[in-house]
């Protein structure tokens, strides 16, 4: 069962090939499909949307995996892409080269 997107009825059930239906409201959706309409809102740690483009700066030492150093608060971190996911934020830091971040580590510069 999943609950349906439009009226969160709990009560979702499949008709097969992924395809699921509401009983309460008649809806019909497929989970796995992204709407076009529906956009990534991501919030940075003070609250404030973040948008494909913009600009952050993290806000405490990032550990790196199989890297010496960590990426140091303040670093800023230019043109972020938004992605759907635990690390919602792809970019590329200056000597680290491409990461996944966290929203909840960085700030809106």
């Known amino acids: 069962m999943k609950s349906c997107p439009k009226c969160d009825s709990p009560y979702g ?6 395809i699921y239906a509401c009983p309460e409201c008649g809806n019909e959706w497929n989970p796995t499909e992204k709407k076009e309409n529906e956009a ?3 919030l940075d740690s003070n609250g404030n949307q973040l948008n494909d483009g ?21 670093t800023k971190v230019k043109n972020i892409r938004l992605t759907d996911g ?24």
């Open 86 to 109: 635990d690390h919602n934020i792809d970019c590329k830091i200056d000597g680290f080269g491409s990461m996944a971040l966290k929203s909840e580590f960085v700030k809106k510069s």
């Open 40 to 42: 990534i809102v991501v």
């Open 54 to 74: 913009d600009s952050v700066i993290i806000i405490k030492d990032l550990p790196v995996k199989g890297a010496p150093k960590p990426i140091k608060k303040g």
């Open 13 to 18: 059930y499949s008709l097969g090939n992924e």
